[in-house]
């Protein structure tokens, strides 16, 4: 049913992970599998079989070929770096080629103790796992860069958190799970070897058309070329309302995925200052901040190529910062691209920055909901659509007024209405992983062994640009009483 495994992470040298094989669990079964994936993936969908999948990914009888072990990494934990963090709780079990000829990692998320655990169970709960799967699924659905959720399991044993809940194994596939960290693990022994070795390991995987390079040139490419891609995806996270929520540079990937959906969540009303992890106590990683955060980030990946970069120390830091402070231009330049397409606008003109910000603007002095403010802009093209519109806003005038000023921008753009309300529609989604919808399929989910609302929230979520039928109605922001104000790691 697997398909064979190569073992690229593992033939590295044995610095930079360590071996290290699950731990059994008492009665793992299968909660959900993602079967189209899988024949992505390359998997055999005639020899499925769901009890076998659960030994393999719960990690009680490993897949054939896989050799489990843990990678070694660093990282800036709200700006603290801690020089040893690694897999405490996650196993590669090595890399599948997909149908593609693409290289995929598929890690087991929550298999036990590794040596990198601290003083973590090597654990997750069923809770988090749920939330991970949900979540990077719709980011894919959303044509996001993520990570994505092959599996999960749950383990027949308890986990104790806050409160006792029902443990589970995730597996994740990634196309690598190198992170910013990676390179700061072996920054911080200074071993140039291991760092030349994960570079080149990153141009093959995520930046191919690099490969011709050499010398610094090699180095200092890569480098803003992961400047460019963090800089799209942190864009396009904004575009739908998406807030990481722990963007410590563990969590920041070199291929440009969405990595790590801890207290991650969407924003429903529009407010840039939106923060919903209960561990960013100082709104580190807010809505608005995230192109800072990620630049933050790609700074101290920078520091970890310097060495690479030019034999002289003063050139290399100044390639470095010159690459660095690249960035807001290419982050201006993303998001006004997923601003422009929010707006069904295709020609640029020099307003539509200032369009797109007063529309923005309005909303956050309307508390209108993000999402359902640009599905509704299709609407006001039909009979009564406007209306739809406006009654999101508590300030009626404001978002009329806007709407004149669009309209007239909308008169330059060569289309009809019809063309231009398909265009938004493609591009802005109706269903987004609402917060209480998500917490409400995890809570019938772990307590009462009830995976109805996963299965339904996840077929709404996979198809984002549908207007979905029927109760619940996916599309609507929480009530008063619905809204989740935080949300947790969960660790
Ligand atoms: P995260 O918050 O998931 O990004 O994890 C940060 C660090 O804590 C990583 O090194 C994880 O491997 C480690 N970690 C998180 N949860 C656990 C756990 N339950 N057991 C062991 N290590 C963990
Ligand atoms: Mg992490």
Redesign the pocket.
Known sequence: MFPSFSLRYAHLPSRMSAECAPTRVANPRLVAFNHALAEELGFDSTAFDATEAAEALSGNAPPDGSEPLAMA?A?H?FGNFVPR??????LLLGEVINREGELRELQLK?AG??P?????????PLGPVLREYLVSEAMHALGIPTTRALAAVTTGER?MRRLPEPGAVLTRVASSHLRVGTFQYFAARQDVEAIQLLADMAIERHYPHLAPLSGGGRYLALLEAVVARQAELVARWMGVGFIHG?M?T??STISGETL?Y?PCAFMDAYDPLTVFSSIDERGRYAFSNQPHSAQWNLARFAETLLSLLDEDHDRAVALATDAIEAFPEHFEASFGAVKRGKLGLVRVEEGDETLAQELLDTMQAGHADYTLTFRRLADVFEEDGEARLVELFDTPEAIRAWLTRWRERLSREDADAATIAARLRATNPAVIPRNHQVEHALMAAADEDDYGPFEALLAAITRPFEAPEGEPDYTQPPQANERVLRTF?G?
């Open positions: 990494y990282g934990q963090l690694g897999d405490g709780r996650a929550g103790r590794t990198f655990s601290r003083g973590g169970d090597g654990r997750a986990v722990v410590n563990d969590n790590d801890g790691c660790t």
